[in-house]
């Protein structure tokens, strides 16, 4: 099992331009969540998706959108990159809304010049 | 906004010496969780504590949950290169999400 990937590593894009993050997960898991790591801030919730086909805002949520495309895949897509949301992405999931244990991906690190 | 405060934020010790972190809140919550975080990865959890007073080890790291369900601390002993790493507790903060402290960061030099 592969658990949670994340697509791509690295990114780097200039102010305005758009693109999308993907996440998968290989463990049934019920539960999708995106969160941004920043210096000093600590893991802050943008989006998440309790059950296939919900999702809901979490802390951060402005400049974001999010898909849940099926169980399995939730994207997080930035439609117009502001230098402020140069940050390291993570996805996670769990097998149940109110399960504790969420397991995290390896992270986008994204620069937005 | 239930905040969850980690302290220190930084740590630096030698291998073999003991350590301990703490997250605080001025809430009550109902379970507290762990993760381990290593550079260029995402966390990991360690252990979820649920009930006051608990106290769980995992080797060498042992955790506590205060008796008033407002505190956790995380104790290592003997701390080792491998131990290095940004400490991260969390805890529910509604139906079906986590908040997460801000951490704290150890490194553990050889």
């Known amino acids: 099992n592969a658990g949670v990937t994340q697509t791509p590593k690295f990114q780097v894009l200039k102010t305005g331009q758009s693109m999308t993050l993907q996440c998968a997960q290989d463990m049934n898991h019920n539960s999708m969540y995106w969160y941004r790591q920043d210096p000093g801030m600590g893991l802050r919730l943008i989006y998440y998706s309790a059950s296939e086909g919900t999702t809901d805002k979490g802390e951060v949520p402005n400049g974001y959108n999010v898909s849940r495309l099926n169980k399995r895949e939730f994207s997080l897509r930035l439609e117009s990159a502001a230098p402020s949301q140069t940050s390291v992405y993570f996805c996670?999931?769990?097998?149940?809304?109110?399960?504790?244990?969420?397991?995290f991906g390896p992270g986008t690190r994204l620069t937005v010049l | 906004t239930q905040l969850l405060e980690q302290s220190p934020q930084f740590l630096s010790i030698q291998e073999g010496e003991n350590l301990t972190v703490y997250c605080n809140s001025s809430s009550v919550f109902s379970s507290l969780q762990w993760y381990r975080q290593e550079p260029g990865e995402g966390p990991v959890l360690l252990v979820t504590?649920?009930?006051?007073?608990e106290v769980k080890k995992l080797k060498r790291l042992t955790f506590q949950f205060g008796d008033a369900r407002k505190d956790s601390s995380l104790h290592i002993t003997a701390a080792q290169p491998g131990d290095t790493g940004l400490y991260l507790c969390a805890r529910n903060s509604g139906y079906s999400t986590l908040t997460f402290g801000k951490g704290t960061m150890l490194l553990v030099s050889p």
């Open positions: 504590v649920v009930t006051g007073g």
């Open positions: 996670a999931s769990s097998l149940l809304p109110r399960d504790n244990e969420q397991f």
